[in-house]
């Protein structure tokens, strides 16, 4: 019972998820918590998710500040921009390397208890990349498209007792209606996002 009690509470953390390669087993999940598919709609979305780099557990110092917020609902578009606060808490160097250590990326050359992280956003359908700056400064990144929502990502290092920002200004089409939707990634903290979007529109 206390197995079932856990595997439930990870399914409703959005802590465990399941990919199936059979079309019609992959077909229910996506019905399912445990799909886990990104919203059939047209709302504003953003989506911010963090991956270590380095393959080490310094994840467990990491914590979140999340902001999202647009303009008014005028004209075809609106600009909207997209922010993550990450701040290393780390505060103990004697930790072994599989914890504070470069595991995983050892080229880097990363001083000891650095957080090196994948930041990525996934944003509203239809929206477009305008920047994206890390502590106000432009950044290398990449984009993409995941279930027709926009998708941009870039890397960051954040030292021992120290945070990084990261902004993304983007701009969303007209059609972008109803509730802002912002999941949070389930992580060592549980962040409240901050959230200033108009509602524009039905829900859609």
């Given at each position: 019972m206390?197995?079932?009690?856990?595997?439930?509470?990870?399914?409703?953390?959005?802590?465990?998820?399941?990919?199936?390669?059979?079309?019609?087993?992959?077909?229910?999940?996506?019905?399912?918590?445990?799909?886990?598919?990104?919203?059939?709609?047209?709302?504003?979305?953003?989506?911010?998710?963090?991956g270590?780099?380095?393959?080490?557990?310094?994840?467990?110092?990491?914590?979140?500040?999340?902001?999202?917020?647009?303009?008014?609902?005028?004209?075809?578009?609106?600009?909207?921009?997209?922010?993550?606060?990450?701040?290393?808490?780390?505060?103990?160097?004697?930790?072994?390397?599989?914890?504070?250590?470069s595991?995983?990326?050892?080229?880097?050359?990363?001083?000891?208890?650095?957080?090196?992280?994948?930041?990525?956003?996934?944003?509203?359908?239809?929206?477009?990349?305008?920047?994206?700056?890390?502590?106000?400064?432009?950044?290398?990144?990449?984009?993409?498209?995941?279930?027709?929502?926009?998708?941009?990502?870039?890397?960051?290092?954040?030292?021992?007792?120290?945070?990084?920002?990261?902004?993304?200004?983007?701009?969303?089409?007209?059609?972008?209606?109803?509730?802002?939707?912002?999941?949070?990634?389930?992580?060592?903290d549980?962040?409240?996002?901050?959230?200033?979007?108009?509602?524009?529109?039905?829900?859609?």
């Amino acid at each position: 019972m206390d197995l079932v009690e856990a595997l439930g509470r990870g399914v409703h953390e959005r802590r465990i998820m399941v990919y199936s390669t059979d079309p019609d087993d992959q077909r229910i999940l996506d019905t399912t918590n445990l799909g886990h598919q990104l919203p059939d709609s047209s709302a504003p979305y953003m989506d911010v998710t963090v991956g270590n780099v380095a393959g080490n557990k310094i994840d467990y110092y990491l914590r979140r500040e999340l902001r999202y917020t647009s303009g008014p609902c005028t004209g075809k578009t609106r600009q909207s921009t997209g922010s993550i606060t990450l701040t290393n808490t780390l505060d103990d160097m004697s930790l072994p390397d599989y914890v504070i250590g470069s595991m995983g990326a050892t080229r880097a050359n990363l001083p000891r208890g650095t957080n090196f992280a994948n930041v990525q956003f996934t944003l509203t359908r239809g929206a477009t990349i305008d920047k994206i700056s890390v502590n106000g400064a432009p950044t290398l990144y990449s984009t993409g498209e995941l279930d027709g929502h926009t998708v941009v990502y870039t890397q960051v290092r954040i030292p021992a007792g120290e945070s990084v920002n990261v902004d993304v200004t983007f701009t969303e089409p007209k059609s972008a209606h109803g509730r802002a939707q912002v999941p949070v990634q389930p992580l060592v903290d549980n962040p409240t996002p901050t959230i200033d979007v108009p509602v524009c529109g039905p829900e859609g």
